[in-house]
């Protein structure tokens, strides 16, 4: 046992001598004193645990203090803090739009409007004619206007805060109709019932889970009601003996009895003569531009689904509604910046162009299998090159966030296996990489899907893999 010299605890440095160390010192700017104080400490504390648990003894210990060590140490504590928080990560994940990977990776012009937009001043919310002050959204509304028919639109943050928007400016203090077939859940943290009490709305559901008509709609309208309303389910599909209400008939509804409307539609999807359609792939999703032909005064939609934008949620319909959501003072707190405005003009100028294909979510989502087949190839190869077992297998891709479910998209995968470590490891050890790599794990392998490569993201991903070739562990 630990005595005398053999006390490791006698060794331990306090955590001014770890600071004052010559290999320590020179992290002091790199982090701030204070920070690295705070990992000092941190590092101390850890090795007195492992001195207590037994698992650190005084030869252990002079040997992590020699020759530098502690700087070592303690460099590696200042990376890990680093490699937290928002990086670029490489996608190889089989979802499309995951929203653990922030979405929807925007066209690189339209990240070059938003970096643009970031570092200058701009034309945000004044007249470059009269000077005079004017919205910040108004480019947005014409866009809009000319992509999918609506007479106006306004962005928000996201389609959360659009819903909520809507319900909060359309039906505050009053009543809304929703069917219960639609009162989702969506990613966890998105319920219709919350969201409606949030905006301080009293929900009425009617009809069934499975079965809901417009006669249900009309037999609960009283003279509290403010909004009737439609959700996409999203993330799940009742099948069988069904019926939803038809959206044009709830407008009519509504009309008749001037009561607001709205349709939450989720996943954005627009289709334009000069793109590869899209809809089939996703399931057949309703189009935005049928939403709003459906003449419901509200539809709302998230920008970094299948639009492919950043992320924002957009409100497209009947002028006198949108006016009434501009003129809420939710709007205020809501609304999008000049970074997300800036790519939401960009993504939208570029489908009107007719280069809508060549947005990244639209592209992956549209690829063929067969196309993707040289990569898949090419990545078995180079892996196998690199000591582990790799071959390409016919899988499925998903679109993701809730945007479609029950819908896979055929592609190949590449199923790795390395002899070194269990495929959990694997995939932790891919995480820890610089970029991070996030792979599936299926059947003891990992599988790594071509679908999600971006430009330059199969070389970070090889030299990943290329970094644990015959290292274990
Ligand atoms: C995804 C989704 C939302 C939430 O949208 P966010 O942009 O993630 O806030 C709300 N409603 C529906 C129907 C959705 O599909």
């Known amino acids: 046992m630990a005595s005398g010299t053999d006390n490791p605890y006698r060794l331990l440095p306090s955590v001014d001598e770890v600071l004052r160390d010559a290999s320590v010192a020179p992290l002091a700017p790199e982090v701030g004193r204070a920070v690295l104080r705070t990992f000092a400490q941190r590092l101390v504390e850890a090795w007195r645990e492992e001195i207590r648990a037994g698992d650190l003894d005084a030869q252990g210990l002079e040997a992590r203090l020699a020759g530098g060590g502690l700087g070592e140490s303690m460099r590696s504590l200042v990376q890990r803090d680093r490699a937290r928080g928002i990086r670029r990560a490489v996608n190889v994940s089989g979802v499309v739009l995951n929203t653990g990977l922030g979405r929807a990776p925007v066209h690189p012009e339209v990240a070059a409007r938003m970096e643009e937009a970031a570092r200058s001043f701009c034309v945000l919310e004044v007249d470059r004619v009269s000077g005079e002050r004017n919205r910040r959204d108004d480019r947005i509304s014409e866009l809009l206007g000319r992509l999918v028919g609506c007479e106006a639109g306004i962005a928000v943050n996201n389609n959360a805060g659009a819903a909520l928007l809507t319900m909060h400016a359309l039906a505050t203090g009053q009543e809304a109709v929703v069917s219960r077939g639609e009162l989702v859940e969506i990613g966890g943290s998105f319920r219709v019932p919350e969201v409606m009490a949030a905006a301080g709305v009293r929900l009425v559901e009617v009809g069934a889970t499975n079965r809901t008509r417009i006669e249900d709609y009309e037999a609960a309208l009283t003279a509290e009601t403010g909004l009737l309303m439609k959700v996409h389910p999203s993330n799940f599909r009742v099948v069988g003996f069904t019926s939803e209400v038809d959206p044009a008939a709830m407008a009519e509804l509504g009309r008749r009895r001037e009561v607001a409307t709205a349709w939450d539609l989720g996943s954005g999807l627009i289709e334009l003569p000069t793109m590869s359609p899209l809809g089939e792939r996703v399931g057949g999703e309703t189009e935005v531009a049928q939403a709003v032909d ?3 005064d509200v539809v709302t939609f998230s920008g970094d689904k299948l639009l492919g934008a950043p992320q924002a949620g957009l409100c497209v319909g009947r002028r006198e509604a949108i006016a009434r959501l501009r003129r809420d003072p939710m709007y205020r707190a809501l609304r999008c910046d000049k970074v997300t405005l800036a790519g939401l003009e960009a993504t939208l100028e570029l489908l009107l162009a007719g280069r809508g294909d060549e947005l990244p979510a639209r592209r992956m989502l549209l690829a063929e299998g067969e196309s993707l087949e040289p990569v898949a190839q090419r990545l078995a190869s180079a892996l196998e090159a690199l000591g582990f077992e790799a071959c390409s297998e016919p899988g499925q891709s998903q679109p993701g966030s809730g945007s479609a479910p029950g819908v896979f998209l055929a592609g ?32 003891d392998a990992v599988r790594v899907d071509p679908r999600t490569l971006l430009p330059g993201d199969e070389e970070a991903l090889l030299a990943a893999f290329a970094r644990l070739a015959g290292s274990a562990g």
């Open 412 to 443: 190949p995968v590449v199923r790795v296996v390395d002899p070194a470590r269990s495929a959990g490891t694997l995939a932790a050890a891919l995480r820890a990489m610089d970029p991070p790599v996030f792979a599936r794990v299926h059947d």
């Open 294 to 296: 459906s003449g419901v």
